[in-house]
């Protein structure tokens, strides 16, 4: 089942239109390959995100519940993490820096890239979701539940963070610039899928939460500090608050630019629904730096 997994993404990957950059920047993929992670429902790992994160983030159980009255145990369910690696052509464009009026952007080619990715992201939960359907399992998926949100109550989080799900499913680690490194970099996306489908279980080869970043590894690098204009990078951590700003200053030119081609997307911020925006991220953190396309510690 996990290979009919991987050949049924691969698939949609390669053909679905909106894995397509607009035609101005060439109108080639946005995501190359996929790869999945799988963790078991009841990993005492999802019950410790409660007190990491906050006690509002859902194990798969309760995300199950959400959308389903019938109950099954938590020990069969299955939570599939999925990685979305950018393109290469996206990744190289992206490491030159542009000074647009005092403020650095990112290369246009990523900010498109980035705001079509969320379309994208929830068709191929909706895709899989019906390819289980037919193979008569049942899944849920956080990113389409009604009872996501993300919660800005002094601090930034939401209560099924992709990125903490595809690290119980082994997929990578957590790093300096908070992206999480996965064997095919940090510059990625996630989504994920709860189902009772009897997948098998990638595990974890540790619990070490930052294993992949060379800082918390080595003692090295930093990188992603030199490359961050918005200073939201120090040897303490990511400043949340400080990405946001920056984030903001870079969309409103963004917008400015390119705002006719965007899609907009809805969120849901403290339980209620936001008037649309236009995500068009930052990320010069991820590109250029060891972890942008690979797992630098690999080789360790
Ligand atoms: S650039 Fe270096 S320090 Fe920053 S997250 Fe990547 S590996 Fe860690
Ligand atoms: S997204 Fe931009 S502002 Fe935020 S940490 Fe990365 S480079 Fe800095």
């Known amino acids: 089942m996990n290979d009919k997994i991987i050949q049924f993404l691969g698939k949609l990957f390669e053909t679905s239109e909106l894995n397509r950059l607009h035609e101005r920047y060439g109108g080639g993929r946005i995501f190359s390959n996929p790869i999945i992670g799988i963790a078991q429902g009841d990993d005492p790992i999802f019950r410790k995100f409660k007190e990491i994160i906050s006690p509002e983030h859902l194990t798969p159980f309760e995300l199950w519940l959400t959308e389903n009255q019938e109950s099954v145990p938590a020990s069969k369910l299955r939570v599939i993490s999925i990685v979305f690696p950018f393109v290469d052509k996206i990744r190289e464009e992206s490491k030159n820096v542009k000074n647009f009026r005092g403020v650095i952007l990112p290369a246009e080619i990523y900010s498109v890239g980035r705001n079509y990715a969320n379309p994208f992201k929830k068709e191929i939960c909706r ?30 989080y939401s209560n099924w963070s992709e990125r903490h799900i595809a690290f119980a499913t082994g997929l990578g680690t957590f790093s300096l610039h908070e992206g999480l490194i996965t064997e095919v970099g940090c510059n990625i996306r996630l989504a994920s899928i709860v189902t009772d489908a009897p997948l098998k279980i990638t595990l974890r080869k540790s619990d070490k939460p930052y294993g992949n970043c060379l800082y ?20 303490n951590g990511h400043n949340k608050n400080k990405c946001y700003e920056y984030g903001q200053k870079v969309a409103r030119r963004i917008i400015a630019r390119i705002g006719p081609i965007l899609k907009p997307h809805i969120r849901c911020v403290n339980r209620k629904l936001r008037p649309p925006t236009f995500p068009v991220g930052c990320a010069f953190c991820q590109f250029g730096v060891p972890c942008m396309d690979r797992n630098p510690t690999a080789e360790i």
């Open 216 to 235: 918390y590894s080595k003692g090295t690098c930093r990188k992603c500090e030199e490359r961050c204009p918005g200073n939201a990078i120090d040897e």
């Open 127 to 156: 895709q899989i979701i019906d390819f289980l359907n037919e193979e008569g399992h049942r899944a849920v998926a956080g990113m389409l539940s009604e009872s996501f949100t993300i919660f800005v109550k002094g601090k930034f």
